[in-house]
C-alpha cells in the first residue's frame, strides 16, 4: 500500500495557515515524502495569501517548516537507537517539556521543538558513533546556509502515517546543556599508531606540571588531573574506560567551574586519556569519536557543579 493511498486525503491549508499565524515559515511538499515543492530557502513564507495560493493549487501537499526564518531548533529523535540516546542525555541533564511532534515512523520518532537561541544557533548535525550529539538524534537548525527543514502535521509520512502532535505545548528556549552539546568544538580522531602514541605522551606529561600549582588547592586540583588522566590512560580493554572517563570529566569540570582548573587543560589531558586507552581505536567499528563526546558529557554536568576546595564535598 503506498503512503499516498493509505488513507482518505487531508487538505493541508487549515494547517498551514495556522502555524503561518504563530510565525511558523511554512512551504509544501510533496506528499508522503521530504522534497520540497518550491525553492523553499528563499520562498518559504508566513504570508497567508501566498499559502493560500500554494495549497490551492496541491491542496494535499504536506506542510514543510523552514528552521530559520521561524527560529527554531528541532531536535529528531529517531527509531530506538535515539529514544536511548535521548532518555540517557535527559536523564543526565533534565527534559524541558516543549512542544513535539510524533513523526509517523514505524519504529517510533519524535521531533521536539525548540525556540532557537539568538546567539550561536546550532547548525544541522546528524547523530552517529561517530559525529552530532548522540547517535540516532539529528539536528535540524537555525544555522548554516538555510538552514534545516522539517515536516509538520498532519503531513503524511512514507510510512502511511501521520505526523501528529504529540504535545501541543508553548516553544520552550532551547536547553542550554542542549546548545551546548550542538555547536561544542570537536577533537580529531587520532588516524595512526602514531597519533595514539602521541596522545599517550601528552597524557603522561600532566603527571609534571608545576606551572598550574599556583595555591594549595591548585596543586591538589593538578594532582587530582594528573591522577585520573593516567589512571585512564593505562585501563585496558573491557574495564569500563568509558564510564571512567565519564566519571573522571564530571569530577574535573566541577573543579573547572570552581576556578582551580583550566577547562582547555582539563579537555585535552582527558581526551589524551581516552585516546591512550584506546578508546577511539580505528579498528572499534562505530566507536569514532566517542572518547570527545564522553568528555564534552562529563565536563558540561560538572560544570553545573562548581567545586572550590578539597573540603567542598
Known sequence: ??????????RML???????ARGIVVFPVRVGSKKPMVAWGS??????????CWWTRWPYASIGVAC????????????????????ALTGRHGHTPTASVATGRTDGG???????????PPGNSKGSDASGIAPGIDI?????????MAVAPPSLHHSGRRYQWADRLPLAD?????????????TPVPQSPADIAAARRRAAAYRARPDLAKTRAARWATAVLAGETTDIAAMAPESGRSDALNGAAYKLGRLVAGGLLDEHDVRQALTDAGLAAGLDDPAREGKRGSTARTVESGLSA????????????
Open 1 to 10: 500500500m503506498s503512503a499516498v493511498s493509505a488513507e482518505s486525503p487531508v
Open 14 to 20: 487549515p494547517a498551514a495557515l495556522a502555524l503561518a
Open 110 to 120: 519524535v521531533h521536539y521543538w525548540y525556540r532557537a537561541p539568538q546567539t550561536s
Open 174 to 186: 532551547l536547553p542550554d546543556w542542549l546548545h551546548e552539546l550542538t555547536t561544542r568544538p570537536t
Open 68 to 87: 530559520k526564518p521561524s527560529r527554531l531548533t528541532i531536535v529528531d529523535v529517531d527509531g530506538p537507537a535515539g529514544r536511548a540516546s535521548w532518555a
Open 140 to 148: 535540524r537548525g537555525a544555522g548554516d546556509g538555510d538552514g534545516g
Open 302 to 313: 560538572g560544570m553545573r557543579r562548581p567545586r572550590a576546595c578539597q573540603e567542598d564535598r
Open 43 to 52: 520562498q518559504a513564507t508566513t504570508d497567508p495569501n501566498v499559502i493560500s
